[in-house]
């Protein structure tokens, strides 16, 4: 009875800590700063490059992206010899083509389905294990985490940001 209970609780406790840190550490809101009026020495390249930014860019233009940062995070439980010994916690955001936020939302499931795959076969490889967060141990998960998104999305992923990882071992 213990066995099936153990893992179940680890869990939740992994869950949870995870949510409250990511409570606790999400980023405040940026605040508006009031811009000094313009005055009559601006030039006429700084108002065009202002007319410039003001127009919203075309989809997918080259060389601008945005960031799409997933609702929730990736709990990955580290089994060995059959019971779950650590958890590996992980917020991960997509960078995309400039405009391609709701379709990234409206993929999310197929995403976070692909990117768990690859998480678990790393998890599975031991690429969680040691000194897992070493830039050498971390390429192959990138690389992995990429080459789903592109799957899923087409061209307009450009790349897969680990912006959270922690493990707690049990």
């Known amino acids: 009875m213990l066995r099936l209970i153990l893992p179940i609780l680890l869990l939740l406790a992994g869950l949870g800590a995870g949510v409250g840190a990511g409570v606790l550490l999400r980023a405040p809101a940026p605040e508006e700063t009031a811009e000094p009026e ?14 410039d930014t ?18 929730n995070q990736f709990i990955v439980p580290i089994v060995r010899d059959g019971t779950v010994r650590s958890l590996v916690i992980l917020s991960l955001s997509v960078e995309v083509d400039l405009g391609n936020t709701e379709l990234v939302f409206s993929q999310e499931p197929r ?60």
């Open 54 to 71: 003001a127009r919203p860019p075309e989809q997918g233009a080259p060389g601008q992206s945005e960031f799409v940062r997933l609702n």
């Open 111 to 170: 995403l976070r389905d692909s990117f768990l795959q690859v998480l678990f076969a790393h998890a599975n490889a031991g690429g969680f294990d040691g000194g897992f967060t070493q830039a050498i141990a971390m390429d192959p998960l990138r690389v992995g985490l990429r080459d789903a998104a592109t799957q899923v999305l087409g061209a307009i992923a450009r790349d897969v940001l680990i912006i959270d990882i922690t493990r707690q071992d049990a």
């Open 38 to 51: 313009n005055t009559e020495a601006e030039t006429e390249t700084e108002a065009e490059a202002e007319t």
